[in-house]
């Protein structure tokens, strides 16, 4: 075999593992899509202020309703990459039911998400874009929410699968075909988030609205490399523009 074939392979391989010790972020301001306004500024009335949202990712493995939840998004890791250098299998893969607290996607090394509270300033952008509300603020508990109603959030799925193709040649050869521009891998990402507005002065839920929604990139060796976790932002903002819909069709009479 010719040598500089196995230098450039090596030299691949070397790449892709210095790229899995970058690190991202979940970042609302740079996801793809726009955010509905629904209404020119200054013709609101009602304030809100935002919480941090509510983890409720453990509840689908003790809850029986959601035992069929359970099962499709196991709990912990799963998998590994490492199936990849075995011959006749087609790729590695890994599964996180928390991405942030676990290393090693497709092309990045750790994702930094704060679910609680990253997901709670998604709200407040969103909620502040839409002009439904005079004013949009923040607050840790119904107490200090000094506004006519509280948002509040809850995500119960944000669960990461990644795929690194070997094309059962194991890793030792495909990247002779990476160069070549066929995709190195795929990443999919999943987010449940439900949001209910709530009335502040006696903590009744005016209104709710769930949504689950899943997106997924093919990596390629040059292109889209660290984008692993980047569609959670951009979930966050379908959810939100589905959920402001909703709500300034089914309840307008709350924001008068």
């Not at 948002?151 to 040649?169: A, D, F, K, L």
Request: glycine content about 8%; hydrophobic content about 40%; some cysteine.
């Amino acid at each position: 075999m010719d040598k500089r074939f196995i230098f450039g392979v090596g030299a691949i391989v070397a790449l892709i593992a210095a790229g899995c010790t970058n690190f991202a972020s979940f970042d609302y301001g740079a996801a793809q899509g726009t955010m509905s306004r629904f209404q020119e500024a200054g013709m609101a009335t009602k304030t809100v202020a935002v919480m941090p949202f509510l983890d409720q990712r453990g509840t689908k493995y003790f809850d029986p309703r959601q035992a069929m939840e359970a099962y499709d998004h196991p709990y912990g890791d799963h998998g590994s990459f490492y199936w990849g250098f075995v011959p006749l299998f087609p790729f590695g893969w890994v599964q996180k039911e928390e991405p942030e607290n676990s290393e090693d996607f497709v092309s990045l090394g750790r994702f930094h998400f704060d679910v609680q509270n990253d997901l709670a300033n998604a709200a407040q952008i969103s909620l502040k874009a839409s002009n439904l509300f005079a004013d949009v603020r923040r607050a840790n508990n119904l107490e200090q929410a000094n506004a006519d109603y509280v948002w509040r959030g809850r995500v119960t799925n944000t669960y990461y699968r990644g795929n690194m193709y070997s094309y059962c040649i194991s890793y030792f050869f495909s990247p002779a075909l990476w160069v070549i521009g066929f995709p190195m891998g795929t990443s999919f990402n999943d987010l449940w988030v439900g949001f209910d507005l709530i009335d502040r002065k006696d903590g009744r839920v005016l209104w709710t609205y769930e949504f689950r929604g899943g997106e997924y990139l093919n990596h390629w060796l040059y292109a889209r490399y660290g984008q692993d976790a980047n569609m959670y932002a951009r979930l966050m903002k379908q959810a939100m523009n589905g959920a402001l819909y909703d709500l300034s069709v089914r309840c307008p009479e709350l924001l008068k």
